[in-house]
């Protein structure tokens, strides 16, 4: 697996290659803007040297700050579309899954600095996923 690109926008990245109909779920729900016209900015790396990576080696690969979503098999499983998100930087990195079609607020707000990452995180559900505040 090569690094992953330092693009200064967020990365949503396939690991899961197996449910062709997932992926386009996922495709659609983060690129349908919301009612407020919100959309997250992501750059999509669908490459399958990308195939079943774990958090901890995408984290690897990663630029220093980083915003990376994982569509997963656990993702992909579910209705939902539970997408991985994983921050990275040099002070603190932190994991919360985000239903796909409230991917845009994590992204929007963690990428201009208007919300603190704990402010995601208490707000996700007991099973760990945020469904929204």
């Known amino acids: 697996m090569d690094r992953l690109p330092d693009l200064q926008t ?33 750059h999509v790396v669908d490459d399958p040297a990308y195939r079943d990576a774990t958090a901890d080696q995408l984290v690897a690969l990663a630029p220093e700050w980083a915003l990376l979503i994982l569509a997963d098999r656990t993702a992909l499983a579910s209705a939902e579309l539970p997408l991985l998100v994983v921050r990275v930087s040099p ?33 996700a559900d007991e099973d760990g996923v945020l469904r929204g505040f």
């Open 10 to 42: 967020s990365l949503l990245i396939r690991t899961d290659f197996a449910d062709p109909a997932g992926w386009d779920a996922v495709r659609t729900a983060v690129t349908t803007p919301t009612e407020e016209d919100f959309l997250p900015n992501l």
């Open 91 to 123: 002070h603190e990195n932190g994991r919360l899954r985000v239903i796909a079609e409230r991917l845009w607020s994590i992204e929007n707000n963690i990428s201009l600095a208007n919300m603190d990452w704990e402010e995601f995180t208490s707000s």
